[in-house]
């Protein structure tokens, strides 16, 4: 029988389909295949990118994770640090960070592939988050869509494991961004009157990897969408008293109090869970006041308050002078758009005028992001960037000297 020349051969076409179907079948998102699943090596679509995380590197800015021949595993399949104490985290954790990614073309989703051996009660999440004018997008589970085109992404690898139980082994994780997802309209910035309560704990690990310092100066929000990796201020929030006489903005370094997934300043859309609750309502003080969830957290503890945020030592009394938890409002900067000034150095004074001799209100700690509204002339400040007389005028109406602010971005800053 005479044989098409171009035929190709059996063996090469059936690992061609089975190919293809893998890549059909692989997640679009954040979830974990099934152990020991290949991640297709194929290529990007026209209009997407697609990169390989880099596993290799772990270094400080990651937290309780080791490279090992088999993949990226938990250094220490226990719970840990500030969690071995008070168990809000009822399981070992860990986070490697990969470095930021230039993309060639503004996306607005990015998704994840990943290869790893998960064990029964471990997990692997891949989350990412975006860069735009305004700064950082909160993490989000990969495959979730922005709500504006970013040009520079970051991706997370999380890792739990039960107390004391075996760790998954993570061996690739790939990216893909693109841009054919539609996006929402930008939603404003977001403040919340919610209650407050003292972290205490000098000497243990935050979830971002700092060690606890005495009268440090951080917040903790019960939701790793809006943790700051280690030494940055990427995502800061301006907490006050309900009076409005002291304010502090201070870089959220830490998870709790009791729950880890309650992004409670989201609409029910975004919400990663108990989406029936008001938006700006965490789900401790439902708890605690209604007897939501059994009056119960996510891990099933008895809530024995109702609190939304907890304050390291030094923002509890230092910048705000709280004696005891207290109701507080929140703004979750990183909700609002605008220009934003990164305090290098501090705590910095937050004063009612553009001069020394105006009185404090607060504070705006090292690593702050804060928003810059307009600028005025004032008194000359000689300070570690610069000497100036050019004070920022917050948000808030408060003053601060540029003296103290490593960089602006967001947009340019015009004079009040």
Known sequence: M???RCRIPSVALIATLALLLVAALLPTTGNVPAAGAPIALVAAAPGHERWSADLTIVDRDDVNVRRTAAGLRLREARPTGRGARTPHSAVAEGMLLTAPRTLARPATRVRAEVNAAVPTGATVEVQVRGWRTAGWTEWRAAGAVFDRPVTRVQAR??????????????????LTADANAAVSAATPGRTYRVYATRIGLVGE????GRTV??????AALPSRRGLSPLNTGDYTVRVCTTTGSRCEYAPVWDVGPWNTRDDYWNPSSVRENWKNL????PEAQAAY????NGGRDQFGRTVLNPAGIDLADGTFWDGLRLTTNSWVDVAYLWTGGGPRGVVGDGPLNIRTGASTSFSIRGLAVRLAHVPIQCYVTGQSVAGPYRTTTRWNRLASGQYVSHAYISTVYGGSVPAC
Do not use: E, I, K
């Open 2 to 4: 005479t044989r098409p």
């Open 157 to 174: 690898v999380v890792l739990t494991a039960p107390d004391r139980g075996t760790t998954a082994t993570v061996r690739a994780v790939q």
């Open 205 to 208: 690990l935050t979830a971002n």
């Open 213 to 218: 310092q005495p009268r440090d100066h951080f």
């Open 278 to 281: 008001p938006q700006g309502r």
């Open 289 to 292: 006041q209604s007897g939501y």
